[in-house]
């Protein structure tokens, strides 16, 4: 009887249950943004993302996302020449995973930007992105990510630099 108490004890003390889910797999998604500038418009994304686990707790994400968007009405160039009437960017982003509670985890890495008009590719940058997010299992191997971002990247459109989005992201993970 003794033996099973100090047992007990030493479970309950000098253990830490760790319920935190990060797994490798790869996945796709799609995402909605809002500029921090009044001259765009919400727009939409998608997004291709693969995660390798380092440990229980945090993972590497490798993410590629594409971006378009709109200026509104007053802020477009009318100039046929110009063929920006909308911008859209493309990113390649290194980023660090780390669960908190359960499936809540935080993320946040660099950007490589590469911003473009219709038809030219204007900018290349360096930004950064901030999430929180949610991890929602659905089976062994299938799960949804759920997160709200802070991206900061530079496009200049029309004599205005852009600097970053608010964006809310849904993305379908298969794990490993």
């Given at each position: 009887?003794?033996?099973?108490?100090?047992?007990?004890?030493?479970?309950?003390?000098?253990?830490?249950?760790?319920?935190?889910?990060?797994?490798?797999?790869?996945g796709f998604g799609t995402g909605i943004n809002k500029p921090f500038t009044a001259m765009f418009e919400a727009a939409t994304g998608l997004i291709l993302h693969t995660d390798v686990k380092i440990t229980d707790r945090?993972?590497?994400?490798?993410?590629?996302?594409?971006?378009?968007f709109i200026p509104k009405s007053a802020y477009r160039i009318d100039d046929e020449r110009a063929g920006r009437n909308f911008v859209g960017?493309?990113?390649?982003?290194?980023?660090?995973?780390?669960y908190?509670?359960?499936?809540?985890?935080?993320?946040?890495?660099?950007?490589?930007?590469?911003?473009?008009?219709?038809?030219?590719?204007?900018?290349?940058?360096?930004?950064?992105?901030?999430?929180?997010?949610?991890?929602?299992?659905i089976s062994r191997h299938h799960a949804v990510n759920l997160a709200v971002d802070v991206n900061y990247l530079r496009i200049d459109y029309n004599r205005v630099?852009?600097?970053?989005?608010?964006?809310?992201?849904?993305?379908?993970?298969?794990?490993?």
């Open positions: 009887m003794i033996k099973h108490a100090i047992l007990l004890i030493a479970l309950v003390f000098f253990t830490q249950p760790s319920f935190c889910q990060a797994r490798s797999g790869i945090s993972a590497l994400s490798i993410i590629g996302d594409m971006e378009r960017y493309v990113g390649l982003g290194i980023h660090y995973r780390r908190m509670f359960h499936n809540l985890f935080l993320e946040g890495g660099p950007n490589l930007c590469f911003s473009a008009g219709d038809r030219d590719v204007m900018d290349i940058s360096l930004g950064g992105t901030l999430a929180i997010g949610y991890t929602f299992p630099r852009f600097k970053g989005f608010l964006g809310g992201k849904a993305a379908y993970s298969f794990r490993f």
